[in-house]
């Protein structure tokens, strides 16, 4: 009977593997039109954008688990490196995203709304350029702290232990809330768009019911379908916040099938957030459908000649 490790290890694979598919099937289908039109709506511009820095953080995170599998922690941190780049890259995507469902889709009367709702689409290529900027900031900050461990650690033998505890020590209590706030912010900013979005929601409905109209008009659909892929997100989101937090404050660590246990709940509720995507925009609907059909036909036309 295999060890829960394996188990875990061939789960991680599968999904990552159809995470990588996926991604890469709404970064074809979105690219193709972007290339195309020369333009893209905002939200398809955040969700392409979004989708090409999962499939990169798949690809990182498959490459990282294989080094550790076969030992080959000697350039293990460079690719730690992409994958710190990646997946702040991805935090901030999808925070983006969620206040850009909440900004269109929610009904709220307040001016800033307003303001908001009128800005948010021109404002959508700054947010991701921003995001860039962000996440190659924190590659920065950790190429930094990665070098300034390694010195201190080379100056051991000629500077005493003690000093070099106090060192690190102080390092650690400078880095972690860093690191916290780093990750908490955009986790933030996605957790109180989809309460915005819920509440919203149950105000609209709560009008719909005065005025004894029906739950079936378009702004209630849209509010249910936004609300598919968030609120379905944030129970991993949240787990995978929590963990972060535990790993870095280190609280415990995570070892043996423990770690592969880990590393399947992180990465399947980024997979199945990108499966809930693809389901919900018509338009990625359309292009799988269209995919499936013409692979169903080939498949029949291949049976056909093999039995003639």
Same mark, same amino acid.
């Given at each position: ?179 916290? %706030?780093?990750? =908490?912010?955009? $986790? *933030?900013? !996605?957790?109180? @768009?989809?309460? &915005? ?29 936004? %609300?598919?892929? =968030?609120?379905? $997100? *944030?129970? !991993?989101?949240? @787990?995978?916040? &929590? ?44 292009? &799988? ?20």
């Amino acid at each position: 009977m295999p060890s829960p490790a394996l188990i875990f290890m061939a789960v991680f694979f599968l999904e990552s593997l159809a995470a990588v598919l996926q991604n890469g099937f709404i970064v074809t289908v979105l690219g193709r039109e972007w290339v195309r039109c020369r333009m893209l709506p905002a939200g398809d511009m955040i969700v392409a954008s979004l989708a090409a820095s999962r499939f990169c953080l798949h690809g990182v995170a498959i490459l990282n688990n294989l080094l550790t599998v076969f030992d080959f922690h000697s350039i293990l941190d460079y690719f730690n490196i992409l994958w710190t780049f990646f997946n702040t890259l991805s935090s901030w995507l999808t925070a983006w995203l969620a206040v850009f469902y909440c900004v269109k889709i929610a009904i709220f009367s307040h001016p800033v709304f307003f303001w908001l709702k009128w800005r948010i689409s021109r404002s959508v290529p700054r947010l991701l350029l921003g995001s860039l900027l962000v996440a190659g900031l924190t590659v920065i900050s950790s190429i930094t702290g990665t070098v300034f461990l390694r010195q201190m650690t080379a100056s051991e033998s000629s500077q005493g232990n003690r000093t070099l505890a106090h060192r690190v020590q102080s390092y650690w209590r400078f880095s972690q809330p860093h690191a916290i %706030l780093l990750w =908490l912010t955009p $986790f *933030l900013l !996605f957790l109180v @768009s989809t309460l &915005l979005l819920m509440f919203s929601l149950h105000r609209h409905l709560g009008q719909m019911r005065d005025h004894r109209l029906g739950p079936r008009d378009p702004s209630t659909q849209a509010h249910i379908t936004a %609300l598919k892929s =968030l609120a379905f $997100f *944030l129970v !991993f989101y949240t @787990s995978y916040i &929590l963990s972060l937090i535990v790993v870095i404050v280190k609280i415990t660590t995570f070892q043996g099938h423990w770690r592969w246990a880990w590393e399947v709940v992180t990465y399947t509720g980024i997979c199945l957030h990108s499966s809930i995507l693809v389901l919900s925009s018509p338009k990625l609907r359309k292009a &799988l459908k269209t995919r499936l059909w013409k692979a169903l036909d080939k498949g029949r036309f291949i049976s056909s000649y093999q039995f003639q």
